[in-house]
């Protein structure tokens, strides 16, 4: 049955990082399959949070991308994160949702992604309003996020983000979440756990495709030096004072940090005397894949205070790309279960660079066992995160709370 669908995700192509993938071939796998999509987001910014130039001046926009409709609303967009920037973010984000909803006739059933906070409620809004069904994703509890961040003022903004993912999930026909170390927290928020199904992100980049000698030479990185290579957002959680920190231990180590985020500056600014500490751009999806091969090591690294249950987006492709990945992150956290269950990667406490560099040096010195261990990464993909497999569990998503057989 031809369906008509709305998905609420204040992050969407152009988008190349954190949660915007995942929801743009969403989008456009329901497109492709000849439902009538519509996508409710925001104007990109994400991860360098910056306003993208192409939307600068615009209020409201409605485009279409790859045959699914794309609903734009204007919101701030805090360059620096404090905790009273982030509100004005989310409120700017519900204010406008919903005082100006998508143009459509009524939907079959509305999906959220969980965050933003207001994308949550804006769902579970607009379906009671439609009364259809509300299935809300969640990639992450901002609630938890915020006490652990760091912010300031974060104990407050903490309290408010658990009473608005409350207030979504409570009012969902189905919840899915993306990491079985969310279970728990959602049924504590009153979700019956009946309701609650796991739905794994993919890997949502192809494996690389070029040479790595090549790639390398390209990117001026020495066949003798071992380059370790962060991809993704630059943020408090992240933690990654800690690279800079080896970095500065190890002159013969090349760390690289791929991509944007509001703590670069400070990061450059902390690594500025670090020779061997460099910075890069975001690279196209076409480069990506290449790029993350030609390193011989992988991070993902998270500050000592941060809990995370959440599975980082760069994680599923490091693990297409290849190459070993070293986990700095607390061991109980979704990201370190991740790890050990690929098989492709090693864990380090969170925040000590000695041990972290201990992992790269052996690895470094033994290619080997370096690639022994990378392999493992894309036979975990295609057992377990290919994107068919992701997209077709989102689809029993919804034909379950469209009264179709459960799973």
């Known amino acids: 049955m031809r369906r008509r669908l709305l998905l609420v995700s204040t992050n969407y192509a152009p988008e190349h990082a954190g949660i915007g993938p995942y929801a743009t071939q969403i989008a456009e796998h329901w497109a492709a399959g000849g439902h009538e999509t519509h996508v409710l987001a925001g104007m990109p910014h994400y991860p360098a949070w910056s306003l ?46 919903l005082l100006a909803p998508p143009s459509m006739a009524r939907p079959h059933a509305v999906l959220a992604q969980l965050p933003s906070l207001a994308g949550g409620v804006i769902g579970a809004r607009l379906a009671a309003r439609w ?10 509890l901002m609630g938890a996020a915020a006490a652990q961040s760091g912010i300031r003022g974060g104990d407050r903004a903490a309290a408010l983000a658990a009473r608005a993912e409350t207030y979504a999930l409570r009012r969902a026909a189905l919840v899915g979440v993306i990491h079985e170390t969310f279970v728990d927290k959602v049924a504590a928020m009153g979700v019956d756990r009946r309701r609650i199904r796991l739905v794994p992100n993919w890997s949502h980049v192809q494996g690389p495709s070029g040479s790595r000698a090549e790639t390398r030479r390209r990117l001026g990185w020495d066949d003798a030096e071992t380059v370790v290579l962060h991809s993704g ?14 970095a500065r231990r190890d002159p013969k180590i090349r760390i690289v940090l791929l991509g ?54 760069k994680l599923t492709s490091y693990f297409a790309a290849g190459r070993p990945v070293v986990a700095s992150v607390a061991a109980e956290g979704g990201t370190a279960q991740e790890v050990l269950r690929s098989g492709a990667g090693v864990l380090v406490p969170p925040e000590d660079p000695d041990a972290l560099l201990a992992e790269i040096r052996r690895l470094g010195a033994d290619p080997t066992a370096a690639d022994a261990l990378g392999a493992q990464g894309p036979r975990h993909v295609e057992a377990h995160l290919t994107r068919a497999a992701g997209l077709a569990r989102i689809d029993a998503l919804i034909d379950e709370a469209l009264g179709g057989p459960s799973t």
Do not use: C
């Not at 450059?268 to 993350?292: I, K, Q, S, W, Y």
């Open 52 to 97: 993208d130039p192409a939307y600068a001046g615009v209020w409201r926009r409605t485009e279409e991308r790859a045959g699914v409709v794309v609903h734009r609303r204007r919101h701030t967009v805090p360059a620096r994160q404090t905790a009273l920037k982030r509100a004005a973010f989310e409120a700017s984000v519900l204010a406008h949702g």
């Open 233 to 246: 957002n630059m943020g408090l959680k992240q933690g990654l004072d800690i690279l800079v920190e080896a």
């Open 131 to 140: 009364r259809v069904p509300y299935v809300p994703v969640v990639q992450d």
């Open 260 to 313: 944007e985020g509001n703590q670069r500056a400070h990061l450059e600014e902390l690594g500025a005397d670090v020779p061997n500490l460099d910075f890069m751009p975001p690279v196209g999806d076409d480069a990506f894949p290449d790029t993350l091969a030609a390193a011989d090591v992988l991070a993902v690294t998270q500050r000592a205070s941060v809990l995370d249950m959440s599975v980082p987006s």
